[in-house]
């Protein structure tokens, strides 16, 4: 199996970065049962929201064939949005990809591309108002951490990107593995505050 994690300028880091580290952290406990690749439009450096700089390895033609797409969110997805080159380009992964997963305001491309009409989705709470105006036969769920849809999985703001991407591990791979995958990276929610 191969999951590709897109990358772009204005990124939210933890959007990439989280499900990043849950889904290589399966694939280097399980290197016969998954890869995980970045891709952006084009190979080299990206400049997420808060600065980090991250490394898209390959481009759009260059990722070669993919078993999950996930996109996810920051203020850079906005440009995306009015981008008819981009949203082609998703609409055609749609035919391509088995499965479309989304964290944060990824969802916004997806609805923007028009690939969660008459669909239940999630967003982060700040962008629960644009998703369905973007295409107002969405259900948008604003309560839901993420939405499993089939063939498309969306979630909510930054951290719910990590419960999304054990619950990938979970759907494609057991329980069991994601259970040992969630130890392996010490993730116990359990906010402080």
Known sequence: MRIGIMLFDGVEELDAVGPWEVLA????QCPDE???????RVAGPVRAAKGLRLIAEHDLSGVGPLDVLLHPGGMGTRPLLQDEEYLAWVREQRARVPLLTSVCTGSL?????????GRPATTHWGALDL????????????????VDDG?????SGVSAGIDMALHLVARLSGVDRARQVRHYIQYDPQPPI
């Open 25 to 28: 952290s399966w694939a280097e």
């Open 34 to 40: 998954v890869e995980v690749v970045t891709f952006g």
């Open 109 to 117: 491309v997806y609805a923007a591309a028009g690939l969660l009409a």
């Open 131 to 146: 998703l369905g105006e973007l295409d107002p036969t969405i259900e948008v769920r604003p309560e839901d951490r993420f």
């Open 151 to 155: 063939d498309m999985v969306t979630s």
